[in-house]
């Protein structure tokens, strides 16, 4: 992996997270009502933390969710040979709330057509929306984020690396290349 540039480090990672939350609580006008679901892996930490400065800045008790999306992702059959399920935790009704799905890039659009299909499925939410640290562009359908902490527009040549301290051991966002498969 070649990094191409550090684009967001530990500090700003927390700022960024900071924003987007109090984005979330104006939006909603409040924490009533509201729920945050993370999509595994790195969303589901990125919702635990966001989750965590949403119930600090407004004084709620918010708990988050943690959504797995692998067999409802339309590729699942044929890129997984054997699909790694984990496990979804969403201990609360989510029928009328406002929800805020929670993850670390967005990029085609097909993982969170995906949570929106398993979402649909657990009931029905007043709204659904999107929050996402990094949005790489490269659409592939109609998908967009209402809360992004960052944009950054990448050649097809290129990748969005998030590392969280829970996973990587280590709290930044790298913009690296991808080798060309020739």
């Not at 997984?80 to 990029?107: A, G, R």
């Amino acid at each position: 992996m070649e990094i191409k540039a550090t684009i967001i480090d530990a500090e700003g990672l927390k700022r960024t997270i900071t924003r987007l939350s109090h984005e979330i609580i104006e939006s909603n006008k409040g924490t009533e009502n509201l729920v945050l679901i993370g999509m595994r892996t790195r969303g589901e930490y990125l919702c635990n933390r966001i989750t965590a400065k949403i119930n600090e800045i407004d004084n709620s008790n918010i708990i988050p969710g943690v959504l797995d999306v692998t067999l409802y992702r339309d590729d699942f059959r044929t890129r997984l040979k054997q699909p790694e399920v984990s496990v979804t935790n969403i201990t609360f009704d989510i029928n009328e709330k406002n929800l805020v799905l929670v993850d670390d890039v967005l990029y085609t659009g097909r993982t969170v057509r995906a949570a929106l299909d398993a979402l649909m499925d657990m009931g029905r939410p007043s709204s659904i929306r999107l929050c996402v640290l990094v949005d790489r562009g490269h659409r592939e359908l109609p998908i967009k984020a209402d809360f992004i902490g960052k944009n950054i527009p990448t050649s097809i040549d290129e990748e969005v690396k998030v590392k969280l301290k829970e996973e990587d051991g280590e709290d930044a966002v790298y913009l690296v290349n991808v080798p060309s498969i020739k």
